[in-house]
């Protein structure tokens, strides 16, 4: 009787699976967008890694059956939080999430056709498809999705929208680069493989991170105060 009970307890546990990993890829994706938000400087300024779509990509090419719809409602939410989006266009916040989960999952199908998978990615040639080719093309992606929101749906001016696309583009482009590698060191499978070469792979990626977007934001605030005090 007690394996009987024992059993049922664990096939309900991996039927529950799923929608857990649902619920914490969307608070995560959530979580991050926020943060992107709360780390922006200003109009027309932006912490340099956009950390949302680097996970988004991660966690497609790591659970692709499981993720997407996470991926989908935590994208739309960090949409409406957006300052100023969620009160006065609803619609257009939610077309932006929307496009930016789609350019994650064109990302991730690259990810997953270009990079080792399973298995390590810090091989010379894994390295080049992931700084040349997926994480270049998921900015791109990332960075016209915006364009098409902005001069679409939001009728923003054309430079003012080209610029917003561009620091978009190059903030997922970064995102991508760091997080990607990061996740498939913690949660790439086979685990034997990823053991001896998982700090290698993290702490150098963390620390640019760190001391990169640590500078870029001072001197994007010393920018700022300098436009204000002229």
Do not use: N
């Amino acid at each position: 009787m007690k394996c009987v009970r024992g059993s049922g307890k664990l096939a309900a546990m991996r039927r529950a699976r799923p929608a857990i990993l649902v619920v914490l890829v969307a608070g995560t994706t959530l979580l991050l967008g926020w943060l992107g938000h709360r780390l922006a400087i200003g109009d027309g300024f932006a912490w340099p890694f956009d950390m949302a779509a680097g996970f988004s990509v991660a966690v497609l090419v790591l659970w692709p059956t499981a993720a997407p719809l996470g991926v989908l409602i935590g994208c739309v939410a960090a949409a409406l939080i957006a300052p100023g989006m969620a009160s006065d266009a609803p619609f257009t916040a939610m077309a932006s999430g929307s496009l930016a989960a789609g350019a994650a999952w064109v990302s991730a199908v690259l990810g997953r056709r270009w990079l080792p998978y399973p298995g390590p990615i810090d091989a010379p040639p894994a390295i080049s498809r992931l700084m040349l080719g997926v994480a270049p093309i998921g900015g791109l992606l990332g960075g016209l999705a915006q364009l098409l929101v902005a001069l679409t749906l939001s009728h923003a001016a054309w430079d003012a929208a080209l610029t917003r696309a561009i620091i978009a583009g190059i903030a997922a482009m970064l995102g991508i680069a760091i997080v990607l590698p990061v996740l498939r060191a913690l949660f790439g499978q086979p685990r034997a493989d990823w053991d001896s070469r998982r700090l290698a792979i993290i702490a150098p990626l963390l620390v640019a991170l760190a001391v990169v977007g640590a500078a870029i934001t001072h001197l994007s605030r010393l920018e700022v105060a300098r436009h204000q005090d002229a």
